[in-house]
């Protein structure tokens, strides 16, 4: 059991986190840190901190963890106003969507030695966003990807994969590299995608079109309802890698364009079966990681 986990940053992602480890019993007191006083009251109403505070480096005061839930651009800042704070031998984590750039710029605040964080990703969330969306079980067989380095700290790895693992997640470690090479090509792309899709369709009388809008439709554009500010900060923060997923999706965009500009049947049957026989092995793909 942790003596002391702290929040920062109580939306989806953080306010699911505190309600899990304190379901699960992880820590004796779990404090959080939010900027609006209205996240702060619902915080403590609904049960998902025993402790909330104004300024994230009182939440960390003697936290033997703590965990940065905010949007991928502000961890950084955050982590460098608050990693004194913690218990001596307090490590941190994130759960940001991208990592290599929050690696680097965290492992610069540690010049030498050792370093007491360790990126952390959960594969898991909802369009839906804020403490209210919330929910004790969004980690349960979640893949959690970690991103150790050479640098980081022993006991940072040992004490998040813990975290993790206390949750029912299920942990794999990689680069912050791969990790975010990986990420374009199945959540920062297909996000993009998802809002092509909503975009095209929408741009001339949606009041005519939607009544025409079947599940297919809904299920492929529903991410596209996500925060458009926590998407602009993510795809800014994995910009290259995302660059290269979307120039090899124009690719294959163009390949399907002259196939239909041929009418080669042949040709689309085969585009038709290899996509589907890649999805496929993808769905196989899910659950093996650990």
């Not at 079947?214 to 900060?233: H, S, V, Y």
Request: charged share 20%.
């Amino acid at each position: 059991m942790f003596n002391r986990v702290a929040i920062i940053g109580l939306g989806l992602m953080g306010g699911s986190l505190g309600l899990a480890i304190k379901q699960k019993g992880l820590a004796q007191v779990v404090a959080g840190f939010a900027r609006r006083a209205e996240t702060r009251e619902l915080a403590l109403e609904l049960e998902i901190v025993d402790q909330v505070f104004e300024r994230p480096e009182d939440a960390v005061q003697a936290a033997d963890l703590a965990v940065f839930c905010t949007s991928v651009s502000s961890i950084p800042e955050l982590i460098s106003a608050c990693r004194t704070r913690l218990a001596a031998d307090g490590v941190m984590t994130d759960v940001g969507s991208c990592k290599a750039e929050i690696v680097k710029r965290v492992e610069a605040l540690f010049p030498r030695g050792p370093v007491s964080f360790i990126g952390s990703h959960p594969i898991a969330g909802s369009e839906r966003q804020g403490i209210e969306a919330a929910s004790a079980t969004l980690y349960q067989n979640a893949l959690v990807a970690l991103t150790p380095t050479r640098r980081t700290a022993p006991a940072a790895r040992a004490q998040v994969t813990r975290l993790w693992q206390g949750l029912d997640a299920r942990v794999q470690a990689l680069s912050p590299q791969a990790h975010d090479h990986l990420l374009a090509k199945t959540s920062h792309v297909p996000h993009l995608v998802a809002a092509l899709l909503a975009t095209c369709a929408g741009r001339t009388q949606p009041g005519r079109v939607g009544p025409f809008c079947g599940t297919g439709f809904f299920d492929t554009t529903r991410i596209a309802e996500g925060d458009p500010q926590l998407w602009r900060n993510i795809i800014r923060a994995n910009q290259p890698a995302i660059h290269n997923e979307l120039k090899a999706f124009s690719r294959e965009t163009e390949h399907l364009l002259n196939i239909l500009k041929s009418g080669d049947l042949e040709m689309l049957d085969k585009f038709l079966q290899t996509s589907r026989e890649r999805r496929r092995a993808l769905t196989r793909g899910q659950g093996t990681a650990s």
